[in-house]
């Protein structure tokens, strides 16, 4: 196939608000659906479909860990073609920290590991 039709598909894949904030989730760290969905403020089943878009086009990948199912990009060239887009705000990098974003109301497996039993 013509590289260049596969790179402009590619732009086309990412050139989508929730898409690109899922793609900038995946830069710290793999993350299942349940977090993105708290994270993105976007009922599940739609946070679902976006992935799916993502991972038909070669942008991310699925890992079952147990029950559950983890999204992460699928290599360093993703990761930096969506830093160089979402970073670009300011012209520096964003100061979040390279890991997960824990939420208190999310319900995914790393949200609640680790929270400590005494608390
Ligand atoms: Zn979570």
Do not use: W
Not at 85 to 96: A, K, N, Q
């Amino acid at each position: 196939m013509d590289p260049y039709r596969t790179q402009a598909n590619l732009l086309k894949l990412m050139a989508h608000p929730t898409r690109l904030q899922i793609l900038e989730a995946l830069l710290h760290d793999s993350e299942c659906v349940c977090h993105l969905s708290a994270l993105l403020h976007k009922p599940q089943p739609y946070v679902s479909q976006q992935l799916a878009v993502l991972r038909n086009g070669g942008m991310i990948v699925d890992e079952k860990d147990g029950t559950n199912v983890f999204y992460r990009l699928v290599d360093g060239r993703m990761a930096a073609v969506t830093a160089a887009i979402v970073t670009g705000d300011e012209g520096e990098m964003r100061t979040t920290a390279p890991q997960h974003m824990r939420l208190r109301d999310c319900p995914c497996p790393k949200c609640r590991a680790g929270d400590g039993c005494g608390d």
